[in-house]
């Protein structure tokens, strides 16, 4: 869990949200995420990469709060980590999660605790539907909406909360282009409004389109995080290059 009580012995610094700390994680007896130390910093996109099976998704849900290391800290800013009704972290799936209700009353739920006039709350929604190209689809079942389409309108949804953090788990590894672009034009623009993205992907060229840092995860371990530029030039490690490369097999390492 994230550890808000700990971070002025481990410095944490004003431009860091969240570190981690000597993080590892064993379930049933194996290893899957081995002596991870790394920061998160408020700003930009970081693109988390590496094999099935590296621990990627595994290194999401740690940072989510879903799961417990086994040892070590993550270490959460007082400025970020908040005791209030209003999320910090958002998250979207591979497979978005919706409501059975409308596309309009999908994004409508997450707003309902912030106490919003009836005018806010309208044009709150309407922003974010505009912004997922969903604007002509308010009174649409998001459940018979195109895949594109649910996952567009899960990121809304994700976004319409001004979250501090957005955590993608490979959210476009089944969009037609169309879909990926208007996803990809979205987290641009919700990071230059201040948002921290961490994306998952295997999509290389993706990568490159999107990221400010690249992770990259390999057995369980961070071998590199360092801006995308320097790692697409220089990866650093044979395992990186070789995934690059597209010389990686996939790993047995099942990602919980």
Same mark, same amino acid.
């Given at each position: 869990?994230?550890?808000?009580?700990?971070?002025?012995?481990?410095?944490?610094?004003?431009?860091?949200?969240?570190?981690?700390?000597?993080?590892?994680?064993?379930?049933?007896?194996?290893?899957?995420?081995?002596?991870?130390?790394?920061?998160?910093?408020?700003?930009?996109?970081?693109?988390?990469?590496?094999?099935?099976?590296?621990?990627?998704?595994l290194?999401?849900?740690?940072?989510?709060?879903?799961?417990?290391?086994?040892?070590?800290?993550?270490?959460?800013?007082?400025?970020?980590?908040?005791?209030?009704?209003?999320?910090?972290?958002?998250?979207?799936?591979?497979?978005?999660v919706?409501?059975?209700?409308?596309?309009?009353?999908?994004?409508a739920?997450?707003?309902?605790?912030?106490?919003?006039?009836?005018?806010?709350?309208?044009?709150?929604?309407?922003?974010?539907?505009?912004?997922?190209?969903?604007?002509?689809?308010?009174?649409?079942?998001?459940?018979?909406?195109?895949?594109?389409?649910?996952?567009?309108?899960?990121?809304?949804?994700?976004?319409?909360?001004?979250?501090?953090?957005?955590?993608?788990?490979?959210?476009?590894?089944n969009?037609? &282009? *169309?879909?990926?672009?208007?996803?990809?034009?979205?987290?641009? @623009? +919700?990071? =230059?409004?201040?948002t921290?993205? !961490?994306?998952?992907?295997?999509?290389?060229?993706?990568?490159?389109?999107?990221?400010?840092?690249?992770?990259?995860?390999?057995?369980?371990?961070?071998?590199?995080?360092n &801006? *995308?530029?320097?790692?697409?030039?220089d990866?650093?490690?044979? @395992? +990186?290059? =070789?995934?690059?490369?597209?010389? !990686?097999p996939n790993?047995?390492?099942?990602?919980?």
């Amino acid at each position: 869990m994230l550890d808000r009580n700990k971070q002025t012995n481990t410095g944490v610094k004003s431009s860091e949200v969240i570190r981690f700390h000597n993080v590892c994680l064993t379930i049933d007896n194996t290893q899957l995420i081995d002596n991870i130390n790394c920061v998160i910093h408020q700003k930009g996109k970081i693109v988390v990469m590496g094999p099935n099976g590296a621990g990627k998704s595994l290194f999401l849900r740690l940072l989510a709060g879903l799961l417990k290391p086994t040892s070590g800290n993550i270490i959460c800013a007082p400025n970020f980590c908040r005791q209030d009704t209003l999320p910090d972290i958002s998250m979207v799936f591979q497979k978005p999660v919706l409501l059975r209700r409308s596309t309009h009353a999908n994004v409508a739920y997450v707003l309902q605790r912030q106490n919003l006039s009836k005018t806010d709350l309208s044009s709150k929604i309407a922003d974010a539907l505009i912004d997922a190209r969903l604007d002509q689809k308010a009174l649409t079942q998001a459940r018979r909406l195109s895949g594109g389409e649910q996952q567009r309108l899960a990121l809304a949804r994700a976004l319409v909360v001004k979250p501090k953090i957005l955590l993608l788990d490979e959210v476009t590894a089944n969009l037609d &282009p *169309a879909s990926t672009h208007i996803v990809e034009t979205m987290l641009h @623009e +919700a990071a =230059a409004e201040g948002t921290k993205i !961490v994306f998952i992907t295997h999509d290389v060229r993706q990568a490159k389109r999107i990221a400010d840092e690249i992770l990259f995860i390999h057995q369980g371990r961070v071998i590199a995080h360092n &801006p *995308a530029r320097e790692f697409f030039r220089d990866p650093g490690s044979n @395992e +990186a290059q =070789a995934y690059l490369d597209g010389r !990686v097999p996939n790993q047995q390492m099942k990602e919980m």
